[in-house]
């Protein structure tokens, strides 16, 4: 505590280069600004950050499951999508031939209970005869979600379940998006599949076309009932169903936590349509999927319950489950009646926590994972607390949860930034959506929440409208503004997370998202670009740093020590945004840190910035904005530097053993995390 080592400081000065006006965002040293940044490293200023402040939070919306991180290709693959009755929509299946040669529709003979409806394909056409079926047979094509990605030397399981009357021969084909060129074929040939069987087939792609489909034919005359047709690629994360280059997008941010599965999906425009666990565990031929009415579009739910838990696993990262308290956005279930939905989710908690012997931790061992889910929390509702039996409903839940699972902390919906809550709660949820000016100014939104009360969870952040473009740089670095102030308030602030984190760029429900995708390409956004710049945070130590003065209050700064796993080095990092159109001379200054202290040849800064503050990545130009990391030349007392304007800039200084930060209460130096 009292020891000379601990009360050094580091003065950054942002010191005044010349009056000459700015001209355009590239680099140079004219500025007209200057300020000055004192960061004090001593024990008694520091706080160790909390582990868990920056994670993401995926919902099922602009197709980020369906169609996106779950690498099912077949779109509609039970043919549930057009509603139980029958006959009925097949969208976005199509058929191939003419009503001369076939005829098909929808009835309600499957063998599956909860999804009953199947495709019957009577096929008036044969291979001889007054009727010949055309070359190529005839019969059903799927394109997929806007195409499927087939890829050259890669194998793809096919699987489809199938009944006839009489003996058939299929032919199981990847093409081409207009079925010309075959990239992949198999026949599945039966002399009896009187009942439903299932048939699998692995096809191994000889070219690629990243707008393939999958097409069904045959040249045979008779009756054929498809049903639960899927594709899946076998390259998926560990086998888990994952698409790797989007998993590898989140597992780059390393997130201490993943929010899920909504958001407005998890409440429904109308409670018939909310999204319920139960409904998508176990074998994905059986889950009966369901229309999502808030963004307007079906998922068969191969991305359910026990898929989210094993997701957080695989990024390891804490799952928080937000589940329906009994209200959708237009019916509410009254308290005296909301009991079975309480139940549901103390089910769904046993089912994530439960002993492998307990009636729901038996069905996720069953499904092959054991050992328990590290689910610690839970969120009770999303953006109900204006409605008129949340309170109600919350704390049913609240208390029966509370009584069997101790443990788990419970996040509200209703905000307690200024206020205390009048109810019970571990954390409550904020949301904000606003232009960048609003979302710059609220880096000092958390300076006076109540310390005495649950911590905050900001769960969905972003710069929208006009501001944000598809994805710009100006959101972004409103956004690393407000996170900054997120990360100085982490006594009271516990997690942060953007939304929404996914957007199939075919499908476009809510704009700007982090990652951009289709069927075979992914770009981040510089709103993602910018959340990198926060991954050592978790666990690391914040240090003490006050701007005077703040020119025009268009900068803002954070000072922390972290420590890689990488090189196991500790660096001190100083996140810097220059949220004004003028380029700053920055001169730092390290005082008071023993010779040697730094080292010169592993000290970077690293900026994001670009020509213009509306600038944006896209699939043209993937990496038009992303951070840039240079090598300091010179490290030492004094270094000059110049932070471009428009731009979010770190510095990582690494630093000698003996300048570590111990923490009081502490019994190890900072907590490690992987470098960028």
């Not at 280069?17 to 355009?24: F, K, L, R, T, V």
């Not at 995926?58 to 009755?85: D, K, Q, T």
Request: net charge negative; hydrophobic share 40%.
């Amino acid at each position: 505590m009292g020891s000379s080592r601990a009360q050094h400081s580091i003065v950054i000065c942002l010191l005044l280069a010349s009056w000459i006006p700015y001209q355009g965002f590239a680099f140079g040293t004219d500025t007209n600004q200057a300020a000055f940044l004192f960061v004090n490293v001593s024990e008694a200023s520091a706080r160790k950050i909390p582990d868990t402040v920056f994670g993401i939070f995926f919902e099922e919306i602009n197709h980020a499951g369906a169609g996106g991180l779950w690498a099912e290709l077949v779109s509609n693959r039970g043919f549930e999508a057009g509603g139980p009755n029958t006959p009925s929509n097949i969208d976005p299946w199509s058929i191939l031939g003419d009503e001369s040669s076939l005829i098909v529709s929808t009835d309600r003979s499957s063998c599956f209970d909860r999804n009953k409806v199947a495709l019957k394909m009577e096929v008036l056409c044969d291979s001889g005869g007054a009727n010949k079926c055309p070359v190529g047979g005839v019969g059903i094509y799927n394109p997929g979600f806007w195409g499927m990605n087939i890829e050259q030397a890669k194998t793809y399981k096919v699987v489809l379940f199938v009944r006839s009357l009489g003996p058939i021969n299929v032919s199981v084909s990847l093409t081409g998006s207009n079925g010309f060129q075959t990239l992949a074929t198999a026949n599945i040939v039966a002399a009896d599949v009187s009942n439903w069987t299932k048939m699998e087939v692995l096809l191994e792609a000889r070219s690629t076309d990243h707008r393939s489909r999958l097409q069904l034919t045959t040249t045979t005359k008779g009756v054929i009932w498809f049903d639960q047709v899927s594709v899946m690629p076998l390259d998926t994360y560990k086998g888990h169903g994952f698409r790797n280059d989007l998993f590898s997008m989140l597992q780059d941010l390393r997130p201490a936590f993943i929010r899920f599965p909504g958001g407005c999906f998890v409440e429904g425009e109308w409670l018939r349509n909310a999204f319920r666990w139960k409904e998508t565990i176990g074998p994905w031929e059986e889950r009966p999927g369901h229309f999502g009415d808030v963004w307007d579009y079906w998922t068969d739910d191969g991305m359910g319950h026990f898929e989210f838990l094993q997701l957080a696993e695989d990024l390891g990262a804490l799952p928080v489950w937000v589940f329906n308290n009994g209200i959708s956005h237009n019916d509410e279930v009254d308290t005296s009646s909301v009991f079975p939905f309480v139940q549901e989710i103390l089910d769904g908690l046993e089912f994530a926590k439960g002993d492998a012997k307990s009636k729901w931790g038996s069905v996720r061992a069953a499904l092959g994972h054991p050992e328990p889910f590290d689910l610690r929390y839970v969120a009770i509702g999303n953006e109900d607390c204006g409605k008129k039996n949340y309170r109600g409903n919350y704390l049913k839940f609240y208390s029966a949860i509370n009584q069997s699972y101790p443990d788990i902390k419970m996040i509200s919906n209703c905000d307690g930034t200024s206020k205390l809550l009048d109810h019970p709660a571990h954390l409550f949820d904020y949301h904000v959506y606003e232009n960048a000016n609003v979302i710059f100014s609220q880096s000092h939104k958390f300076d006076h929440t109540p310390r005495d009360g649950p911590k905050v969870f900001v769960s969905e952040y972003a710069v929208t409208g006009n501001d944000s473009g598809t994805g710009s740089l100006l959101a972004a670095l409103a956004e690393a503004a407000f996170l900054i102030g997120v990360e100085k308030n982490s006594d009271v602030v516990e997690m942060a997370s953007y939304a929404p984190l996914f957007v199939n760029t075919n499908d476009r429900r809510w704009n700007p998202d982090a990652i951009v995708f289709d069927s075979s390409q992914v770009y981040g956004t510089p709103s993602y670009w910018m959340q990198h710049f926060f991954k050592e945070s978790n666990g690391a130590t914040l240090l003490n740093s006050t701007l005077q003065p703040n020119p025009s209050n268009s900068l803002i700064a954070s000072a922390i020590q972290w420590k890689s796993t990488v090189d196991n080095k500790t660096y001190l990092r100083v996140k810097v945004v220059n949220f004004g159109s003028t380029a700053v001379a920055l001169k730092i200054s390290v005082s008071g840190l023993g010779q040697n202290s730094t080292e010169s040849l592993v000290s970077t800064k690293t900026e994001l910035t670009s020509g213009n503050v509306m600038d944006e990545n896209s699939f043209v130009n993937p990496k038009k904005v992303v951070p840039f990391k240079t090598l300091l030349d010179t490290v030492g007392e004094v270094m000059d530097v110049v932070l471009s304007p428009h731009s979010l800039t770190s510095f990582d200084l690494s630093m000698k053993s003996d300048n570590n930060i111990l923490i009081a209460g502490s019994d190890s130096v900072l907590r490690s995390s992987s470098s960028s």
